[in-house]
């Protein structure tokens, strides 16, 4: 029920389409012949249909009509019809049509062409090579016709396309007349905001034909002066300006291409004349073949006029933690990126290949099929080289691509603090920088895509959380940036059976020796536990790098040199106290000592948890 409801959400749209009620006729700089063969070209998108008025044509004539793609995805479909599909009362029949047919097919594929069937004289998909369309159709009545040019009403594609008519017998004037330039007209509107930080920013143009004029007006939304316009072409080389040496509250430009050009640039500049501390939002009118955005008096729709930004949807995958350098400040993993991103320069048509996408196994292939501007990327806090064991670019017909890289590196981690060590929570995170400015990439989260592996091989840590976030950096530009952040804690159980327990189990024992009544000996056991503690101090020196802070361990450690050092005195004070004869002096000291000891221990390692910043 979904899929009948969508195609027949396509059949409404062709029809919102014929009868010129919602969406324009395609764009393009028609290439008209003269005699007996005339090609048209165009573009095709955004559910475009391109109409041309076939004027005079005779009884007994013969019209051949070819389709084909020239660029993206597009799948043409091409129908004759009377001047009664541009008539009103067309969109009512046509409504009638669907709601009969629809009632009575059991198989919509079957009821789409039974309408076409009813509506057009003449009509084809797929009778082309491959799914270009091509039909032959004999005049019964002299009169006009409309020829509509397009993409398969049931498919969603796009592209630039030309068409070949052939008319038989031949005659010199054009088959036939393309639409006039309304259909190539598009406006669009957007804000922003320049700062100090930020004083410029672009937007890329859509693909410009002979004859089409940019138009271009901004203002701010507060009385401050505007921007700066700059329009270069692909090399970046200006051709036009506005309010660079008369700086104004608004300004406007326009310029005729005479030429086709791809990758036009509008430069939105932070005016000099503006005040040095002051933000400045603006608001920016482009238009193509509409002169009221001079005026600032028109509504934005028709024609694609500013390429957005493509959305390339990030995730990581992490399989392995290998190492984790707490000197060194940095940690090895194993991982996957992952992209996906819709360009429409990557669409293509199935027939091309015979295949429902395409799999490149190098950056090198892919390059080299498809161009170089892809969402490259870097690691930001990569350190050395990235070990790849392999890249999987895959392109589906639409434009859709999704690029896979597993691989090996090591991360440096900044951001380690080791003050409640071994207690300690750390942040690890991995960040992907676009090389390409915000203006033609910017990431997104891929939901559901970023997860952590169950088994991780990293016996001392396990993770607590993760997640993902989007900023940006700037240099000259500004550039998207993703970041894959997680934090990790310690397994305890290796120091508390290698540092705590042992640690105890001296204390308890330099306790213990209270008991006799060797003062020697027992100044030689306190001696040695000093010596242990010592070493106890090396040893977890030795995983961690010279800071020049405490941490948790360190106030534990110096707690226990500081009283085991007391202890040692102590002992050393009886020893010399039993040898002047004051030996019941000292016991009498040493009956008190033997139940203050543990407490001391107690108190003095309450103190440092309570004062331990």
């Known amino acids: ?91 009512e029949r046509y409504d009638w049509t669907v709601e009969t047919a629809m009632v009575r097919a059991t198989d919509p594929l079957v009821a789409i062409p039974e309408i076409a069937d009813d509506l057009f004289y003449a ?58 330039l309304t259909g190539r007209v598009g406006v669009a509107e957007v804000t922003g905001t320049l700062s100090a930080n930020r004083t410029s920013t672009f937007y890329i143009l859509a693909d410009l034909f002979p004859d089409d004029t940019v138009y271009a007006f901004i203002e701010t939304t507060s009385d401050e002066i505007a921007p700066v316009l700059i329009l270069a072409d692909y090399g970046d080389k200006p051709v036009r300006s506005a309010n660079l040496l008369a700086p104004g509250k608004n300004a406007s430009l326009q310029y005729t291409i005479d030429s086709e050009t791809r990758g036009s640039r509008l430069t939105v500049l932070r005016n000099p004349a503006a005040a040095p ?66 360009d429409p320069v990557l669409a293509f048509s199935p027939d091309t290949c015979h295949c429902p996408f395409k799999i490149y196994r190098s950056i090198e292939d892919f390059v080299k099929a498809e161009g170089t501007r892809w969402p490259e990327f870097t690691i930001n806090n990569q350190q050395g080289n990235r070990w790849t064991q392999n890249r999987l670019i895959q392109v589906f017909p639409d434009g859709r691509a999704i690029y896979f890289e597993r691989f090996w590196v090591t991360l440096q981690a900044p951001d380690f603090n080791f003050r409640d060590f071994p207690f300690d929570t750390q942040h690890f995170f991995l960040r992907i920088d676009a ?114 802070y405490r941490t948790f361990l360190d106030s534990v450690l110096i707690t226990t040199f500081v009283v085991s050092g007391l202890v040692v005195i102590y002992n050393l004070y009886l020893k010399w106290l039993a040898t002047i004869e004051q030996k019941e002096v000292a016991e009498r000291i040493d009956r008190v000592m033997v139940w203050f000891y543990p407490f001391a221990y107690f108190i003095g390692l309450g103190v440092t948890i309570l004062l331990f910043p």
């Not at 005079?56 to 004539?61: K, M, P, Q, S, Y």
């Not at 039909?135 to 009545?141: A, C, G, P, R, Y």
């Not at 592209?159 to 639409?179: F, K, N, S």
């Open 277 to 342: 501390a002051a933000n400045s939002t603006y608001r920016l009118l482009v238009g193509l073949n509409e002169p009221a955005v001079l005026t600032d008096t028109v509504e934005p729709g028709g024609r694609t006029v500013i390429k957005p930004p493509i959305i390339v949807k990030a995730a990581v995958e992490l399989d392995q933690i290998t190492d984790v350098d707490q000197k060194s400040e940095n940690y090895g993993v194993v991982a996957n990126i992952m992209f996906t991103w819709t």
């Open 435 to 548: 090389l390409y400015p915000e203006e033609y990439f910017l990431y997104a989260d891929w939901e559901g895509r970023t997860v952590v592996g169950t088994q991780l091989g990293e016996e001392e840590w396990y993770i607590t959380r993760h997640w993902t976030n989007i900023t940006s950096s700037r240099i000259e530009n500004t550039f998207s940036r993703f970041s894959f952040d997680f934090e990790a804690k310690r397994h305890l159980t290796y120091y508390i059976l290698r540092i705590f327990a042992p640690i105890f189990i001296l204390v308890l024992l330099a306790w213990v020796t209270f008991l006799l009544r060797d003062y020697g000996k027992r100044a030689d056991v306190a001696s040695a536990n000093l010596l242990l503690f010592i070493a106890f101090n090396f040893t977890i020196a030795g995983d961690l790098p010279r800071l020049g």
């Open 1 to 91: 029920m979904a899929d009948l409801r969508a195609i027949r959400g396509f059949i409404v749209c062709l029809a919102v389409v014929l009868a010129l009620l919602a969406v324009p006729p395609a764009m393009g700089a028609p290439t008209n012949g003269e005699g007996e063969v005339q090609v048209l070209t165009g573009t095709i998108e955004n559910d475009t249909i391109a109409i041309y008025v076939l004027p005079n044509l005779e009884a007994g004539d013969t019209l051949t009509v070819a389709m084909n793609r020239t660029s993206g995805n597009l799948d043409p479909f091409i129908a004759i019809g009377g001047p009664e599909v541009l008539a009103e009362g067309f969109r």
């Open 123 to 180: 009509w084809d998909d797929d009778s082309g090579t491959g799914y270009a369309a091509a039909l032959t159709w004999k005049v019964l009545e002299s009169g006009d016709y409309v020829l509509l040019a397009g993409s398969t009403p049931m498919e969603d594609t796009f592209g630039d396309y030309q068409v070949t008519l052939d008319l038989t017998p031949p005659r010199e004037a054009g088959i036939a007349i393309p639409d006039s």
